[in-house]
């Protein structure tokens, strides 16, 4: 892939390999220097292949997996840190399809029937992620397809890839707020740094004015530009992270609900149960038996 020197920017990716193409395909392991906290002008189909670890989507802070699949918008910001072993590598974590809004700006004029995508390109202003199995199979199939084909037949795979998401209903919609209000080209290379930092850290007391001196800031100016490029203040970006964690380890693990606590970066029971609830809308054992439950209706339709 050719490199304009912007790329070695770990705020914004610039792809200038389209070659003249309408879509590229791209895959990549873990550690890559493409993971980072970033934004670009195409829209990202993103499918893990293997290891699991935490998903960044504008303020959306959540879990992965092999088989997790995303679309994320143009300028939406996102990262997927994958929870390895020291010095593990995966030789190939993601298969990618980026694409760009002229796309379908300019077939749409000739092709009516690509007009049905556009809900689906909207909602990926806000990050989407496809939970249907038996879809996303499907979806991955098609994706090799585009990984193993060129020209118009590769175009011919990828508009049948996002016909079929557009049709599915089994999505959650992640960020609340939109690509335009966080993509800041000044703030995401900070934020990038302090984004990595929590992740080493969150398992343990992390006052932000750590964070803060990590980054040769002073606190009150790294709040609000932390603040600005994530959507969310820093004690409430840790919290929603110490939550990721708790409800993978209580989907994963019958590890007692205490000690989940503590495994999560929480340093008391009562202040666990009540941002689970404010944030879930649940208690940390109603998630377990929900989390449950759909594991078990995956099994029966798979």
């Known amino acids: 892939m050719n490199r304009n020197p912007r790329t070695t920017d770990p705020s914004y990716?610039?792809?200038d390999d389209h070659e003249g193409m309408s879509i590229i395909y791209r895959q990549h392991?873990?550690?890559?220097?493409?993971v980072r906290w970033h934004f670009h002008k195409e829209y990202e189909l993103h499918l893990i292949v293997a290891s699991a670890g935490k998903v960044f989507v504008?303020?959306?802070?959540g879990n992965f997996n092999p088989g997790s699949l995303f679309l994320t918008g143009p300028n939406l910001p996102h990262n997927w840190i994958s929870q390895v072993a020291e010095n593990e590598v995966v030789p190939r974590r993601d298969m990618l399809v980026n694409f760009t809004d002229e796309l379908f700006d300019g077939a749409s004029q000739v092709f009516s029937e690509l007009k049905s995508l556009a809900p689906m390109l909207d909602r990926a202003n806000y990050g989407v992620e496809f939970r249907d199995r038996s879809l996303i199979q499907?979806?991955?199939g098609l994706m090799q397809r585009i990984e193993d084909s060129r020209?118009?037949?590769?175009?011919?795979?990828f508009l049948i890839l996002m016909?079929?998401?557009a049709g599915s209903d089994d999505?959650?919609?992640l960020s609340a707020t939109s690509a335009g209000q966080l993509a800041d080209d000044s703030n995401v290379e900070r934020t990038n740094r302090a984004v990595d930092y929590i992740f080493t850290h969150y398992g343990r007391e992390l006052p932000l004015e750590e964070v803060a001196e990590h980054l040769s800031m002073k606190p009150t100016y790294f709040s609000r530009v932390f603040k600005?490029?994530?959507?969310?203040c820093f004690v409430e970006f840790v919290n929603r992270l110490r939550i990721s964690k708790s409800c993978e380890l209580l989907a994963e693990s019958d590890r007692p609900i205490t000690d989940v606590c503590f495994a999560s970066g929480f340093n008391n029971i009562s202040n666990f149960n009540r941002r689970f609830q404010q944030l879930k809308g649940m208690t940390p054992s109603d998630y377990r038996r929900l989390a449950l439950q759909r594991l078990t209706e995956q099994n029966h339709r798979a």
């Open 29 to 34: 392991g873990f550690p890559c220097p493409l």
């Open 151 to 157: 020209g118009s037949t590769r175009l011919g795979w």
């Open 171 to 173: 999505y959650q919609l």
């Open 13 to 15: 990716e610039l792809m």
């Open 228 to 232: 600005q490029a994530t959507g969310r």
């Open 163 to 165: 016909e079929l998401l």
């Open 58 to 61: 504008g303020d959306y802070i």
């Open 138 to 140: 499907q979806a991955a």
